[in-house]
């Protein structure tokens, strides 16, 4: 019995492709070197997925490579053995003294028809929407709105020229998560004014594209906005709303999220009790959750760094010092490296909840290792918010000898542009 390929059905899962997507962008990409389209159909991909065909035809091979960036190794293919591969040799090698000359590269203008936006468009668009999440996890959000704006632009205008009714609603989910990533720059950038204007677009393409997943990201963000406008009841509402969307009802990951904002939220509102019972659903929840499941960019932050993160937050708030120090070691314990940023603000709660615990000269200690963490890159709004609200608790808590000591140490890193 073939052995099915994992490798070429996880790249179709991450990227969110079916059969007949795979076999239409495939089709595209083969007219660009052989100046006509294609013709493999799902059965072909199916074959492919099933192990049935361990090593497509070069031309495929070379359209595959095209359409995903991988080399077909990569994709799980296997070279045939060399008997296997001398007999089609022979094959190929005939047919081209015949006089075949599909395989020769032609001029793009010999393609009939005009050009048609296709699967290959939707795939570079994801990978530039993959791009900017690596700069928001390495740097922090702000500074990637204008780049996100134009991302959705192009994506919306793509969606208006010849292009099928699944392409379509594809670029509309594009420019929805682009439009909600430029959101993010601003509320990461702690400039607040105009965030609401652009999530407030990016569900109504979220909603256009009938894509559950982009309106979910909308309203996390959406509580995420509200919880630093101060709004509590808005950043609950928000959250709930992230927990009703499609994609939250079938996957134990987005709900585990939805209730962990939730948490958050009523833990600023002063409702202790239900704030952690949020959070025991959110950690039953995640649990739940297949992590080498593929996800989208947007939610690949989360998992048990980040839950142990929001936890630390929610225990600090609701009077658990102690507690919400410890759930900051096990985050940082658990962050993957490529998330500096996140490293640093839990660095700063974790000073924070040292704070709480009257630990002045351990979380003063703490607080510097924010500055060392995101040394040449500017601080993130957001961050600079955190340790703000470290200043002043310091200021308040310290003696007056030490917040002074503390804010002449750092009042360079923090006043880097």
Known sequence: MAERNQC?????????????????????????????????????????????????QERQRRALERVTGLPATALGFAPRTRKESDVRRRRFVGVVAAGTTAALPLPAASAAGPPRVGTGDVIRLRE?????????????????EHAALAKAAEALALQQQSATQRVRQRLFALAA?????A???RIDAGQLDGADRHLDRALMLAGLAQDSEREMQVWNLKAMLARQRRDYPEAVAASRAARATAIARR??????????RTAVGLAHAGDTRAALACLGRAEDTLDKADPAQPRAAWIAFYGPAELYSLTAI?????????????????A????????RRNRALITARLA????????????????????????????PGRLRQTLGDFQRELIARAPARIAAEWSDRHRIEWSRP
């Open 352 to 379: 924070l909840a040292q704070l709480h615990q009257g630990d002045i000269e351990h979380a003063c200690a703490t607080s510097g290792r924010v500055f060392t963490t995101m040394a040449g890159t500017p601080l």
């Open 183 to 185: 959101a993010w720059s």
């Open 314 to 330: 929610v225990r600090d708030l609701v009077g658990h010092p102690a507690q919400a120090e410890a759930a900051s070691h096990r």
């Open 8 to 56: 070429l059905a996880g790249w179709m899962a991450r990227h969110q492709m079916t059969a007949g997507e795979l076999a239409d962008a495939v089709n595209d990409a083969i007219a660009v070197f052989a100046g006509r389209r294609g013709r493999i159909g799902e059965r072909t991909v199916f074959r492919w997925l099933s192990g049935e065909n361990r090593w497509p």
């Open 332 to 339: 940082l314990a658990a962050l993957p490296p490529a998330y």
């Open 251 to 260: 996957s134990p990951l987005h709900a585990s999220l939805a209730h962990a």
């Open 128 to 144: 530039a929407l993959d791009g900017l999440a690596a700069q928001d996890a390495a740097h922090g959000g702000h500074g990637l």
């Open 177 to 181: 998560a682009f439009t909600a990533t």
